[in-house]
């Protein structure tokens, strides 16, 4: 006879304590009560009427982040990553090719999330190059103008990660030739993580419509989401997974937030903040990591981890000190810098001030080797 032997979990009894905390690293940012309040909201049916409503004004609202007329927008249910393979898992097929420039992380997993496709290595002929618009691990703001040109010329789609730069440096997917966009929501959208809107250009569309094998994920098959997003001109939609329904709700808050203050005030926004923030850190002694300002990102800013001290004891000590998250680096730029993200409501003069106040209190307290 089986019998219940696990018993219930004493930590369970305890309720639930979550601190706040300044969300000052790469991701995630704080989300402000207006768009948490939006996820408290009931929820009801993934295929109610009311939230095929609430995704499409989802879909408006990408679009217009975006700055494209796609038809096939939509938001993925988990975080960046998911959107990520969705891309790749969509347009790339077992001896396709793909080209992934490499200035972070991002292209590195981008690359290493094709080659599980089973692809033959091959510099020729890709179908999809990757680029990441705002390498949130180096800091680096990778010029766009141009390139989408270029992949079309030599029939190659444009795949590019906007995860840490939309919003608050202008990015135009229709003008600049992307054939595939996607970001995050907790990021310059202040939302909780959990949702990443994606986007596909009609040449996307004809590469993903048009394979000769099934993609290798069922969940982030295009055929499948683009019914459940109202995208294929079907007259009705089919049950495909459980949309994170009060994800939805506080997504939808967030590019409302986004609509009215305008995407250009909110990108001049995060430029001068991050002006001022460079500046401020330059007065301080410190080293801002990417040297040209024109490919500093103006939402995620890296700098030069401070000579002679431990790095981790500077993230650690402002976080007890100063209730603020700063972060080290990530994959290549792990022990050689410190990341400051200030996005979306975060990013205010005031916010800058306070991290440069903790910066010069950390600096004081924490240990300075002698060589
Ligand atoms: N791309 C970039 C540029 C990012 O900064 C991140 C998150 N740090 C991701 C992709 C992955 O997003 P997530 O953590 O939401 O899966």
Known sequence: ???????????????????????????????????????????????????????????????????????????????????????????????????????????????????????????????????????????????????????????????????????????????????????????????????APISFSERACQKVFNRRTKPVSFFLDLSWLANYWGCDGKPSRVYHHTGPVTAFYSLRESLAVLAEEGLEKSCERHEKVAEYFHAGLESMGLKLFVKEKKARLPTVTTIVAPHGYDWKEITTYIMKTHNLEISGGLGPSVGLVLRVGLMGCNSTKDNVDMVLEALKDALKHCHKSKV
């Open 1 to 195: 006879m089986s019998s219940f032997s696990v018993p219930p979990p004493k930590c369970l009894q305890k309720p639930l304590a979550v601190p706040h905390r300044y969300m000052f690293g790469p991701g995630p940012s704080n989300v402000p009560s207006r768009i948490l309040m939006a996820g408290i909201n009931p929820v009801i049916g993934h295929m109610h009427p009311e939230i095929f409503e609430i995704m499409n004004d989802i879909k408006s609202g990408i679009q217009y982040m975006f700055q494209t007329q796609n038809n096939m927008t939509l938001a993925v249910s988990g975080t960046g990553h998911t959107a990520m393979e969705c891309a790749i898992f969509n347009t790339v097929e077992p001896g396709d090719s793909v080209l992934s420039a490499v200035n972070g992380i991002w292209g590195e997993r981008a690359a290493d999330m094709a080659e599980r496709i089973g692809r033959a290595l091959s510099k020729y002929r890709p179908v999809v190059l990757f680029l990441a618009h705002g390498e949130s691990s180096t800091g680096v703001l990778h010029p766009l103008d141009g390139i989408g040109q270029l992949c079309h010329k030599y029939g190659c789609l444009l795949l590019v990660d906007s995860v840490a730069s939309i919003g608050g440096t202008p990015l135009f997917m229709d003008q600049q030739g992307i054939d595939i966009l996607y970001t995050g929501s907790q990021k310059v959208l202040n939302a909780p993580p959990g949702t």
